[in-house]
């Protein structure tokens, strides 16, 4: 079945930087885009942007256009989410999530729990 | 970009209760295609979220059809006949007609 696996929890310091991975199986990674979401402790939903899986090509959203970068390795069919110069606000839950045709979100990760605290 | 204005930010309800959550758009979710690409998903408590509802008012495979969304251009809604307690927690609306796609506040579902 298809599974979207994300890596485990991070505690890092402002200042640093983290790379999130999510890894997807039972479908075939370069057929559909993976999105990305972040959700603060406590609060909604924020979309992020997406990355094309056959291109590699990635689009922000206009909060993520800097120190955030979404990159591939297709031939182990994982997405990532890099984070750099951490700050206190991107302590947060982030998603993926991979599309199909009208669906937007139709398959999540579990989440990653980031925590940057000095 | 779209905001999307979800109300109310709290429904109490009972068990067997129908309730309605509405989501107002900023500008028409009508696409260029003729499709509407307003969405419904619910995140259980520590969960992540789940697709419930996709172009207005088809349902998710596997999700109950005490589930309905309806509405067009820049008024949806989002309908459950019968609340159950595995319905519990929030709701959101999700906008992929325009870029950047947009969330809704979100609507937190509890039992009365």
């Known amino acids: 079945q298809i599974q979207l696996v994300q890596s485990g929890p991070e505690l890092k310091k402002p200042g640093e930087s983290l790379k999130i991975s999510c890894k997807a199986s039972g479908y075939t990674f370069t057929d559909y885009a993976m999105q990305w979401v972040k959700q603060a402790p406590g609060k909604g939903l924020q979309y992020m942007g997406w990355i094309n899986t056959q291109t590699g090509k990635p689009t922000y959203a206009d909060d993520f256009k800097e120190r955030f970068v979404f990159s591939l390795e297709t031939s182990a069919s994982t997405a990532y989410l890099q984070i750099n110069n951490l700050k206190n606000e991107d302590t947060a839950t982030y998603f993926c999530?991979?599309?199909?045709?009208?669906?937007?979100?139709?398959?999540w990760g579990q989440g990653t729990l980031v925590t940057v605290s000095s | 970009d779209v905001v999307l204005t979800q109300t109310p930010p709290t429904l109490s309800a009972t068990i067997g209760q129908s309730v309605s959550i509405s989501c107002r758009s900023s500008q028409s979710l009508l696409h260029s295609n003729g499709n509407t690409y307003l969405n419904w998903l619910l995140q259980r408590p520590g969960q992540p979220p789940q697709l419930l509802i996709y172009l207005v008012s088809r349902l998710e495979s596997g999700v109950p059809n005490r589930f309905s969304g309806s509405g067009s251009g820049t008024d949806f809604t989002l309908k459950i006949s019968g609340v159950e307690a595995e319905d519990l927690g929030v709701y959101y609306c999700?906008?992929?007609?325009?870029?950047?796609?947009?969330f809704g506040g979100g609507t937190k579902l509890e039992l009365k």
């Open positions: 999530a991979s599309p199909r045709r009208g669906r937007p979100f139709a398959y």
């Open positions: 999700v906008q992929s007609t325009h870029a950047p796609w947009t």
